[in-house]
Each structure stands twice: as C-alpha cells, then as structure tokens.
C-alpha cells in the first residue's frame, strides 16, 4: 500500500479522522440486564443516520431473542461512543511520530493471541481488515471470528491515538499562544510505549513487520483447551463483577 503524507505534522495540522482508508468508529458493547449479558464489537459509519442506531438494536434483539430491554440500552451505548467520536471532528490533529507499534493481546473463542508491530499512520490507505486477513492466513488461524476481532482492536488503538494527537494539537496551540498553567492531558499507557518503542527502533515504517530486523515482534498464537477456556471465562466473569 502506498503511504500518503497527508497526516498533521506539527506544521500542517488535518483534521480529525482514523488513520485508515475508510473512517469507520470501532464500536463495542458490553451490556448486562437481570443477569443476561450481551457483548459485541463491530464497526460503524459515522456518517449515518441516528436512526439507524435504533433499527440496528432492534434486529440485534431480535436476531438473537434477546429481551426487548436490551433494545434501548444497545441504542444508548451506540449513540454514547457516536457522540464522542463526533465531539473530535473538525478538530485539528498532529502526531509526533510516522510509525507506532500496535498490541495484540485477545482472545477468541479457542484462540489467543498475542502480536506486537509497527503501523504507519501516514497511509491513509491502511485496512485493519485486509490485515487481519492476511495475518489468520499467516497463521493458520481457521476460526472465522478471529479476524473481525484482530481489526477491531487494531481500529481502536488507532482510534486512541488519534484521540491523543487531538489533545497534543490543543497543547501546541496553547503553548504558541504563550499561556501557562494549561490543562494537563493525560497521556495514556498505549501512546507512551507507542513512543518509547518508535524512539528505540527508528523510523522504518510497514504495516508487515519485517523478522529480519523487528525480532522482538513475534506472533504468539495458542490453540486452548476447553477446560482453560471455561477458566479464563469464570475469571472474566468475576473480573467483570
């Protein structure tokens, strides 16, 4: 994929979006009502309708029998995470950094997987799907449900840094303008490792890690049993409690 240089440099800002080729929001559910939970994770157009929110968790209700309260929490959730994702557009944008390392650290059903590599963030071509394809390829993965699940965590990620480099545009701006005492923003656990890790390995940017020179992001993928399955489950469980 070719990478494109229209990502904010301290110079020349763009406004708020996902680095990837589509600007879809990650979007995941976790909702428990008179002890049933539901819990998904998918992506969503920005773009579209509110009232789609509420068609989507009514045939989601009905697709899997879910109790009709589910209806209005499911729309609630969706239409929250909206919301934040819009209250970013229009903003300005910088990131520091060309590449940063993504973390894979997830379970799916029987298999769990752990990966460390390096995305550009300036191919606005990028597709976290069509990576998560060819990594379950690699991989020998079978399971179905494995590859939405690594492309959603990797659209969050990015999504989180985006979010970062909103504040870190905020921050320049201030500092311009020659004001003190400015609201501290916090940054997050990812975006630190995201720099100290680009310091240490240099500027070499692909989605693909290269084994010859990145040995330290080596794919770790377990196939578990059904009896860790069901005890990581029941730790999950009263983890959520």
Same mark, same amino acid.
């Given at each position: ?14 406004? =708020?979006?996902? !680095? ?36 989507? %968790? ?10 009709? %309260? ?30 940063? !390392? ?28 069509? =990576? ?11 399971? !179905?449900?494995?590859? !939405?699940?690594? %492309? ?14 909103? %504040? ?48 330290? =992001? ?24």
């Amino acid at each position: 994929m070719k990478p494109l240089s229209t990502w904010g440099s301290s110079r020349n800002p763009v406004k =708020f979006r996902i !680095p990837t080729s589509d600007n879809l929001l990650p979007i995941r559910l976790d909702i428990e009502i008179d002890g049933q939970r539901f819990r998904d994770a998918f992506t969503w157009n920005p773009s579209d309708p509110d009232s789609e929110v509420v068609v989507f %968790a009514k045939r989601t209700v009905k697709d899997l029998k879910l109790p009709p %309260a589910f209806v209005t929490q499911i729309a609630q959730s969706i239409q929250s995470q909206l919301t934040e994702f819009r209250s970013y557009e229009g903003q300005d944008m910088y990131t520091g950094e060309r590449v940063v !390392p993504i973390k894979l650290d997830l379970r799916v059903n029987h298999t769990l997987i752990k990966d460390q590599f390096l995305w550009d963030l300036n191919n606005f071509e990028s597709d976290p799907e069509e =990576f998560a394809r060819t990594f379950c390829k690699d991989m020998g993965i079978e399971d !179905p449900e494995v590859g !939405p699940a690594i %492309a959603i965590a990797i659209r969050e990620q990015l999504y989180e840094i985006a979010v970062q480099s909103v %504040a870190s545009a905020k921050e320049s701006r201030m500092i311009k303008k020659g004001r003190k005492g400015f609201e501290h923003i916090p940054i997050s656990k990812a975006g630190g490792i995201a720099v100290d890790l680009v310091k240490s390995f240099g500027n070499k940017s692909s989605v693909i890690r290269k084994r010859k020179e990145w040995d330290v =992001f080596e794919p770790i993928v377990d196939l578990l049993s059904n009896e860790e399955v069901d005890a990581l489950e029941a730790t999950e469980e009263r983890n959520a409690r």
